[in-house]
């Protein structure tokens, strides 16, 4: 079950078909994340089939997070995810210590009923609505984030010591004279990769240096988190840290992922090393593994790295002398890796990211985008590099491990992004097995218009997303044939294994999965959203887990948790992100800001304020006196009579009309359109008059009121990707959507 903050609700079906609409009468006895069986009764007057619940098959444990209330004398607590639909009775003996107001987590004791809404006892306070970091234990406890560690693992944790023993010692590469430095954020807190370069003859026999020799040294989580054991169960069930603005739930004890296993400047730690070879034009020519003690010699940041590379003679280059010639050969290799890049078409699409900065009271103070420098891409090409080794070492070993896959686009996204591509008239287009360099000549090409905005979000919005799998279907977007995550055991479950995997290849044995949990709800939704993927389904069709060995579904069944719990983390973080940013824009009400359309759907324009990095909703009734037509090949709203074209990156002014906190939305009303959108709506029209534009005609006004009531009954905004997800299914089936044609809205 999938409740809906209206009422009513859909069955997300086991056999991946289309989801089954249940009206709110059919609510009243179940609840959100329910397992149900159902009977479909009929179509309703949208098409989608409704059913009517025959069972309720299972209802997990789940305590519900609310705010408790006192009304008339009873006590209820309205949860906080408005898609639980019915508010929860509290008899006053079951409310404890809480006070009206406070946010609470509830266990039910009574479910819901036809004619009866639940009943349930407080049994946790969190504190006021308004405390600080209240908005990130709420969206722990909505979407299951495990945040407090067991106590036998806090145990383990404890008995570790804190510095590397001389018994750990044994074994190992001593690289505690190499310069090995570590570069990441201003406000980073572990460290797991270092690195090192120096010039080397890789090929010939000539003394001249030809290319580069790179060292990539990792921590060795794997030396102190031993297989099967509390430290280990703690971290597969999170299978990530999962990251907030001011605060992280992390993977691994603070001991360790702040201590022990982060490489932290001048101090002796244990790693796993990637040496590598690396040729003039980028390629690895020879690499090996092996464990080792290291010192970081210097904990350096993005912007210092880049301000030294910039120049030399800087200060930040007189403070860090003894660093600045192996930061010069570091930064030489990265421009050979680089070649080799662009020589594979990998994609590379330049993209904004934004980070909230906060007060020392958890409010937002601004939201600033994130600047790449040439300091993030040499990090990031280093250890791409030790992450391509790490999968061909594991392939040559002939062992099972954990891939990172990203298939091509599913026939449904190649079919609208060829339209798309169609429709714009580029010439330009994608075969139906695509490479990466298709898209990346796409980008190319189309750089310097004014739309490149709008195609690159496109081409982006085409892809997959990635998984973890132990068949090995290769990476679309970075073009590698085998590709895994070697370089963060710290902070991914999927990179210790890795780790141990390559230890065990090194010690020629086999590396044994522990006995894993249970699959949680993470990984049966995952599941089923990879059986509905066309792609997915080729995949397992070739490699069918029936017929796979009990290791390598062990293998896929690790990987599909770690990946579901990867998905969490992003929900999570994105929540807060989102509860933040509303509490945000609620001290800006009325106020006008410039911005870009960044989705165009049925219902409106989502935009992004161009100033503060925020998203709303323009609703399609705040557009104007005139009928609107939905394009999903351009994937735009066309005015009827005017020809103003509203599609993404077209640039807009709105005002901030109404925040809703509970439901995390912001919507904006239209100000006016810029003037070039202006200007080039008579062309688009067919050069309409402008005494024409200036007032709606009769039919156009009725058609817009028209219009008007049907958004309004129409069910409330999805997310801009599940819009643009129903115009891919939409236009797969529709073969016609090809030509161009655009066509009314219809609800």
Same mark, same amino acid.
């Given at each position: 079950?999938?409740?809906?903050?209206?009422?009513?609700?859909?069955?997300?079906?086991?056999?991946?078909?289309?989801?089954?609409?249940?009206?709110?009468? @059919?609510? &009243? #006895?179940?609840?959100?994340?329910?397992?149900? =069986?159902? /009977?479909?009764? %009929?179509? *309703?007057?949208?098409?989608? +089939?409704?059913?009517?619940?025959?069972?309720?098959?299972?209802?997990?444990?789940?305590?519900?997070?609310?705010?408790?209330?006192?009304?008339?004398?009873?006590?209820?607590?309205?949860?906080?995810?408005?898609?639980?639909?019915?508010?929860?009775?509290?008899?006053?003996?079951?409310?404890?210590?809480?006070?009206?107001?406070?946010?609470?987590?509830?266990?039910?004791?009574?479910?819901?009923?036809?004619?009866?809404?639940?009943?349930?006892?407080?049994?946790?306070?969190?504190?006021?609505?308004?405390?600080?970091?209240?908005?990130?234990?709420?969206?722990?406890?909505?979407?299951?984030?495990?945040?407090?560690?067991?106590?036998?693992?806090?145990? @383990?944790? &404890? #008995?570790?010591?804190?510095?590397?023993?001389? =018994?750990? /010692?044994?074994? %190992?590469? *001593?690289?505690?004279?190499? +310069?090995?430095?570590?570069?990441?954020?201003?406000?980073?807190?572990?460290?797991?990769?270092?690195?090192?370069?120096?010039?080397?003859?890789?090929?010939?026999?000539?003394?001249?240096?030809?290319?580069?020799?790179?060292?990539?040294?990792?921590?060795?989580?794997?030396?102190?988190?031993?297989?099967?054991?509390?430290?280990?169960?703690?971290?597969?069930?999170?299978?990530?840290?999962?990251?907030?603005?001011?605060?992280?739930?992390?993977?691994?004890?603070?001991?360790?992922?702040?201590?022990?296993?982060?490489?932290?400047?001048?101090?002796?730690?244990?790693?796993?090393?990637?040496?590598?070879?690396?040729?003039?034009?980028?390629?690895?020519?020879?690499?090996?593994?092996?464990?080792?003690?290291?010192?970081?010699?210097? /904990?350096?940041?993005?912007?210092?790295?880049?301000?030294?590379?910039?120049?030399?003679?800087?200060?930040?280059?007189?403070?860090?002398?003894?660093?600045?010639?192996?930061?010069?050969?570091?930064?030489?290799?990265?421009?050979?890796?680089?070649?080799?890049?662009?020589?594979?078409?990998?994609?590379?699409?330049?993209?904004?990211?934004?980070?909230?900065?906060?007060?020392?009271?958890?409010?937002?103070?601004?939201?600033?985008?994130?600047?790449?420098?040439?300091?993030?891409?040499?990090?990031?090409?280093?250890?791409?590099?030790?992450?391509?080794?790490?999968?061909?070492?594991?392939?040559?070993?002939?062992?099972?491990?954990?891939?990172?896959?990203?298939?091509?686009?599913?026939?449904?996204?190649?079919?609208?992004?060829?339209?798309?591509?169609?429709?714009?008239?580029?010439?330009?287009?994608?075969?139906?097995?695509?490479?990466?360099?298709?898209?990346?000549?796409?980008?190319?090409?189309?750089?310097?218009?004014?739309?490149?905005?709008?195609?690159?979000?496109?081409?982006?919005?085409?892809?997959?997303?990635?998984?973890?799998?132990?068949?090995?279907?290769?990476?679309?977007?970075?073009?590698?044939?085998?590709?895994?995550?070697?370089?963060?055991?710290?902070?991914?479950?999927?990179?210790?294994?890795?780790?141990?995997?390559?230890?065990?290849?090194?010690?020629?044995?086999?590396?044994?999965?522990?006995?894993?949990?249970?699959?949680?709800?993470?990984?049966?939704?995952?599941?089923?959203?990879?059986?509905?993927?066309?792609?997915?389904?080729?995949?397992?069709?070739?490699?069918?887990?029936?017929?796979?060995?009990?290791?390598?579904?062990?293998?896929?069944?690790?990987?599909?948790?770690?990946?579901?719990?990867?998905?969490?983390?992003?929900?999570?973080?994105?929540?807060?992100?989102?509860?933040?940013?509303?509490?945000?824009?609620?001290?800006?009400?009325?106020?006008?800001?410039?911005?870009?359309?960044?989705?165009?759907?049925?219902?409106?324009?989502?935009?992004?304020?161009?100033?503060?990095?925020?998203?709303?909703?323009?609703?399609?009734?705040?557009?104007?006196?005139?009928?609107?037509?939905?394009?999903?090949?351009?994937?735009?709203?066309?005015?009827?009579?005017?020809?103003?074209?509203?599609?993404?990156?077209?640039?807009?002014?709105?005002?901030?009309?109404?925040?809703?906190?509970?439901?995390?939305?912001?919507?904006?009303?239209?100000?006016?359109?810029?003037?070039?959108?202006?200007?080039?709506?008579?062309?688009?029209?067919?050069?309409?008059?402008?005494?024409?534009?200036?007032?709606?005609?009769?039919?156009?006004?009725?058609?817009?009121?028209?219009?008007?009531?049907?958004?309004?009954?129409?069910?409330?905004?999805?997310?801009?990707?599940?819009?643009?997800?129903?115009?891919?299914?939409?236009?797969?089936?529709?073969?016609?959507?090809?030509?161009?044609?655009?066509?009314?809205?219809?609800?």
């Amino acid at each position: 079950m999938q409740g809906h903050r209206d009422g009513h609700g859909f069955v997300l079906r086991d056999d991946g078909d289309a989801d089954i609409y249940l009206p709110p009468n @059919e609510m &009243r #006895a179940v609840l959100h994340r329910d397992r149900v =069986r159902v /009977r479909i009764a %009929r179509q *309703d007057r949208r098409g989608r +089939p409704e059913g009517r619940v025959l069972e309720i098959v299972e209802r997990p444990p789940q305590p519900i997070i609310g705010r408790l209330l006192h009304e008339a004398g009873i006590w209820l607590v309205a949860p906080e995810d408005r898609r639980y639909g019915q508010d929860v009775l509290i008899p006053k003996a079951a409310i404890g210590a809480a006070r009206p107001g406070q946010v609470v987590v509830v266990e039910l004791t009574e479910p819901p009923a036809l004619y009866g809404q639940p009943v349930g006892r407080v049994k946790e306070v969190l504190g006021e609505i308004d405390d600080p970091g209240m908005e990130i234990e709420i969206a722990v406890r909505k979407y299951g984030v495990p945040h407090e560690f067991s106590d036998a693992a806090i145990g @383990e944790a &404890r #008995a570790l010591p804190d510095s590397v023993q001389p =018994r750990d /010692r044994a074994g %190992r590469v *001593d690289l505690t004279d190499v +310069p090995l430095v570590t570069i990441d954020g201003e406000d980073a807190r572990d460290f797991d990769d270092a690195v090192y370069c120096q010039p080397a003859v890789v090929t010939g026999r000539g003394k001249k240096p030809n290319g580069w020799r790179l060292l990539v040294a990792i921590a060795d989580v794997s030396h102190y988190v031993r297989n099967g054991a509390p430290l280990d169960v703690d971290a597969y069930e999170r299978a990530t840290s999962v990251y907030f603005p001011r605060r992280v739930i992390p993977m691994l004890p603070e001991k360790l992922s702040n201590g022990l296993c982060s490489l932290n400047p001048e101090v002796e730690r244990l790693s796993m090393v990637c040496d590598m070879l690396v040729t003039a034009q980028g390629d690895v020519h020879a690499y090996q593994f092996y464990p080792a003690v290291i010192r970081s010699h210097a /904990r350096l940041t993005y912007t210092e790295v880049a301000a030294i590379l910039a120049n030399t003679r800087g200060p930040e280059a007189a403070r860090r002398q003894a660093r600045v010639q192996n930061l010069l050969d570091l930064h030489d290799a990265f421009r050979a890796l680089l070649k080799a890049r662009e020589r594979r078409g990998a994609v590379d699409f330049d993209t904004v990211e934004t980070q909230i900065v906060c007060d020392e009271a958890g409010r937002i103070e601004k939201i600033v985008p994130r600047q790449r420098n040439d300091a993030h891409r040499l990090i990031e090409e280093c250890m791409l590099a030790a992450n391509v080794c790490s999968a061909d070492f594991i392939g040559q070993g002939k062992h099972a491990g954990l891939y990172r896959v990203h298939e091509g686009p599913t026939p449904e996204k190649l079919e609208l992004l060829r339209a798309y591509l169609k429709a714009l008239g580029l010439g330009l287009s994608v075969s139906d097995e695509p490479r990466p360099d298709e898209f990346q000549r796409i980008a190319a090409a189309t750089a310097e218009r004014p739309d490149a905005e709008q195609i690159h979000m496109m081409l982006l919005r085409a892809m997959s997303q990635a998984i973890y799998s132990p068949v090995n279907s290769g990476h679309f977007g970075l073009a590698y044939e085998a590709y895994t995550h070697f370089t963060s055991p710290i902070r991914r479950y999927p990179d210790l294994l890795v780790h141990r995997v390559i230890k065990a290849i090194l010690a020629e044995r086999k590396y044994q999965l522990p006995s894993l949990p249970t699959p949680g709800e993470a990984h049966e939704k995952l599941s089923k959203r990879l059986k509905k993927d066309s792609l997915s389904r080729k995949r397992e069709q070739r490699e069918r887990p029936d017929r796979l060995s009990p290791e390598v579904q062990a293998w896929e069944a690790a990987g599909l948790h770690c990946s579901a719990n990867e998905r969490r983390a992003d929900e999570a973080s994105r929540d807060v992100e989102a509860w933040l940013k509303c509490k945000y824009m609620k001290e800006h009400l009325g106020e006008e800001y410039a911005g870009t359309v960044s989705a165009a759907t049925s219902f409106g324009l989502f935009v992004t304020l161009s100033e503060l990095h925020v998203e709303g909703l323009v609703h399609i009734t705040e557009l104007g006196g005139e009928y609107f037509r939905f394009d999903e090949v351009r994937q735009e709203l066309r005015g009827e009579r005017t020809g103003i074209r509203y599609a993404i990156g077209t640039r807009v002014r709105v005002q901030v009309s109404r925040v809703d906190l509970d439901a995390r939305k912001i919507d904006f009303r239209l100000v006016r359109e810029d003037e070039d959108l202006l200007a080039r709506a008579p062309r688009d029209k067919g050069a309409a008059p402008a005494a024409e534009r200036g007032r709606p005609a009769k039919a156009s006004a009725k058609r817009a009121a028209r219009q008007q009531r049907d958004a309004e009954r129409a069910s409330p905004r999805p997310s801009p990707m599940q819009a643009l997800q129903s115009a891919a299914r939409k236009a797969a089936a529709k073969k016609g959507a090809a030509s161009g044609k655009p066509r009314k809205t219809r609800r």
